[in-house]
């Protein structure tokens, strides 16, 4: 599989995310605030258009867990990791979302996408479905 992105340090994260070449998948970044108690993000109030969200849910991952395997067949699905890093695949790419680099990754309804966990720390997903218009 062809990797998008695949460093967990925020700076070069961001960098790799600038520099990457077009991608079925659509991340957007967010700014965060973070201090020594950790950070705080907004993911609505960064989004001009929300559209109708339904069914936002959290979940974890464990190291070496993968979830998902399925499409939405009539909503847009929004990713954020809260928590440690994961892989999103879609047909022969693969995208990494980390919360050192806060940001949303939108996938398109009918979209078949895995979630990984590859790393060797728990991680934390909060998704939401959507009707956003996205190009």
């Given at each position: 599989?062809?990797?998008?992105?695949?460093?967990?340090?925020?700076?070069?994260?961001?960098?790799?995310?600038?520099?990457?070449r077009e991608s079925p998948l659509n991340n957007?970044?967010?700014?965060?605030?973070?201090?020594?108690?950790?950070?705080?993000?907004?993911?609505?109030?960064?989004?001009?258009?929300?559209?109708?969200?339904?069914?936002?849910?959290?979940?974890?991952?464990?190291?070496?867990?993968?979830?998902?395997?399925?499409?939405?067949?009539?909503?847009?699905?929004?990713?954020?990791?809260?928590?440690?890093?994961?892989?999103?695949?879609?047909?022969n790419f693969t995208t990494t979302l980390t919360?050192?680099?806060?940001s949303i990754l939108t996938i398109h309804k009918?979209?078949?996408?895995?979630?990984?966990?590859?790393?060797?720390?728990?991680?934390?997903?909060?998704?939401?479905?959507?009707?956003?218009?996205?190009?």
């Amino acid at each position: 599989m062809q990797k998008l992105c695949n460093t967990a340090t925020g700076t070069e994260f961001k960098q790799s995310m600038a520099n990457r070449r077009e991608s079925p998948l659509n991340n957007q970044l967010l700014n965060d605030h973070r201090d020594e108690r950790g950070f705080v993000v907004n993911p609505f109030e960064h989004l001009a258009d929300t559209g109708s969200i339904s069914n936002c849910h959290a979940f974890s991952m464990e190291p070496g867990s993968t979830r998902g395997g399925h499409a939405h067949s009539s909503r847009n699905e929004q990713v954020l990791v809260l928590a440690g890093t994961i892989e999103v695949e879609y047909n022969n790419f693969t995208t990494t979302l980390t919360a050192a680099a806060p940001s949303i990754l939108t996938i398109h309804k009918q979209v078949k996408h895995t979630f990984r966990n590859s790393s060797n720390y728990p991680a934390v997903v909060l998704c939401w479905s959507s009707e956003r218009d996205e190009e």
